[in-house]
């Protein structure tokens, strides 16, 4: 199921998806992870980042996350694993669990 709601006030956007998976495996191997769509482009002149709770991942990720580039309706989905933590830099989403049932959570509010 997929679930997206969002609230526009002025040139804010806030913004709300969950989405359950029904696949089991490890799908997202070759397929990195992008939520497409958004009602909105980023109109800020920097890219948005968010947590994003992922209810089954790799116990390997400590954090899961996505971010929204400048003029951009689609959000890319990254995590942080012990190995890179201390440099701070994300990888891409490719190593997470599709695992049947999982759910994605995030909320988040941009300007458009």
Known sequence: ???GEYTKIGDR???HI???LNGSGNTLTANPLTIAGLPFANGSAQTISTFV????FSASYMVVGATLATGATTLAVTGLTAA???SGAAIN???LSATLGATVNLQMHYRV
């Open 1 to 3: 199921s997929q679930v």
């Open 84 to 86: 890179n933590a201390s």
């Open 18 to 20: 969950r989405i359950q």
């Open 93 to 95: 989403s490719n190593a």
């Open 53 to 56: 709770h992922w209810s089954f």
């Open 13 to 15: 956007v806030m913004l």
